[in-house]
């Protein structure tokens, strides 16, 4: 079944203007859905814009920080003309560091809660009780290898990445008997422009944003989990299995040692 089929014309996409996000757009764009497209930077989210408007789709834009207190009446106000029938959220840090707690800013802490923890919530109240209504729809929510188990040098990351993955699952069990698909989307490491930036790591040899995103749409009805590239997969299914003392140490060790302390 095609996708604008089984979940209707519109998506809503958050961070959706370069990377990861970018590749759901292009992705979504190619099976002819509509994109409401919600990021920071007017220049580059135009840019994306122009670039699906190409793919013969519509493409709105919402130029906001996804945690601005008013979120949720703006994409209210932005979507009331049309059937939303699959959210992508995306965005999922906010100037990600690597350092102990102790040495991080309450303020980054707080924020990355909001991106990863509040905008959940409210984008999942927002959308999906008139997808459960429709008897179709689907709510995507990417995470990433981090959520795993509590991550030195992460630990309010790692935390916020356990809540997508757990409310994802405990939404897949909700709605899924109403027509609703519903998955996380655990990532590893991913080529893409942020994390080039960061020079953290050599990316070269990483998966790049249209090899994840080809492989997560093909299992969209596979959720609650679904780990793109099978090496992740491998890692996350060994890593779960541990009990929760070798979990976090074993987190912790590679976190550590992606920064060359560990």
């Not at 122009?50 to 906001?64: S, W």
């Not at 519903?182 to 490491?189: A, E, I, K, T």
């Not at 960061?198 to 609650?224: I, N």
Request: hydrophobic residues 45%; proline residues 3%; glycine residues 8%.
């Amino acid at each position: 079944m095609e996708l604008a089929t089984r979940y209707g014309p519109w998506a809503v996409v958050t961070g959706g203007s370069e990377g990861v996000g970018l590749e759901w757009c292009r992705a979504l764009a190619r099976q002819g859905i509509n994109l409401l497209i919600l990021a920071r930077r007017v220049a580059v989210l135009e840019e994306a814009a122009t670039e699906l408007r190409a793919a013969g789709v519509d493409v709105r834009t919402v130029a906001r920080d996804i945690t601005d207190p008013d979120l949720r009446d703006v994409l209210r106000a932005a979507t009331s003309e049309i059937e939303v029938g699959l959210v992508v959220h995306n965005v999922g840090s906010w100037d990600r560091t690597h350092g102990d707690f102790l040495d991080d800013s309450l303020d980054v802490g707080l924020k990355t809660i909001d991106v990863n923890c509040v905008a959940a919530v409210t984008l999942a109240h927002l959308f999906a009780p008139a997808m459960a209504e429709r008897g179709r729809g689907g709510l995507i929510f990417v995470g990433s290898l981090a959520g795993i188990a509590g991550q030195a040098l992460e630990a309010t990351y790692s935390a916020a990445k356990a809540f997508t993955q757990h409310f994802a699952e405990a939404l897949w069990s909700e709605l899924t008997d109403r027509g609703v698909d519903v998955v996380c989307v655990p990532l590893g490491g991913t080529r893409t422009p942020a994390l080039e930036a960061k020079a953290l790591m050599d990316v070269s040899m990483l998966p790049t944003a249209e090899e994840v995103v080809t492989e997560a749409m093909a299992h969209l009805q596979d959720g609650p989990v679904f780990v793109p590239v099978e090496a992740n997969r491998r890692f996350f299914d060994k890593t779960t299995a541990l009990d929760r003392r070798a979990a976090t140490q074993t987190m912790s060790r590679l976190a550590r040692r992606a920064v060359g302390t560990g």
